[in-house]
Nanobody
Framework: QVQLVESGGGLVQPGGSLRLSCAAS????????MSWYRQAPGKERELVAT???????NYKDAVKGRFAISRDNEKNMVYLQMNSLKPEDPAVYFC??????????????WGQGTQVTVSE
């Protein structure tokens, strides 16, 4: 059974930090690119950061220099270190696993999300 379980969300003051974690199971983690998405109320879900199977990373412009994605293939974990949090960062943050199969089909797995709130 495929599972992605996020944790680490919560309430933080502007300028503060949080570290999100995503525990993966039920699939071959090392074969998947891993991403963090977020969705704020009334907005579309958006891609925040991606780390490929070769540890290449890519970030949404608004979080560059503040967020860092990393993965641990031994532990089947992916992390999002979020620093200098801003009022525009609050959202539900989702973990995603993605790969293209041999027959060119997209395979995507999603977690249930973890809430991040930034407030005084």
């Amino acid at each position: 059974q495929v599972q992605l379980v996020e944790s680490g969300g919560g309430l933080v003051q502007p300028g503060g930090s949080l570290r999100l974690s995503c525990a993966a199971s039920g699939f071959t983690f090392s074969l998947f690119s891993m991403s963090w998405y977020r969705q704020a109320p009334g907005k579309e879900r958006e891609l925040v950061a991606t780390i490929t199977t070769g540890d290449l990373t890519n970030y949404k412009d608004a979080v560059k220099g503040r967020f860092a994605i990393s993965r641990d293939n031994e532990k089947n974990m992916v992390y999002l270190q979020m620093n200098s949090l801003k009022p525009e960062d609050p959202a539900v943050y989702f973990c995603n696993a993605h790969r293209i199969s041999a027959d060119r089909a997209a395979i995507d797995y999603w977690g249930q999300g973890t809430q991040v709130t930034v407030s005084e």
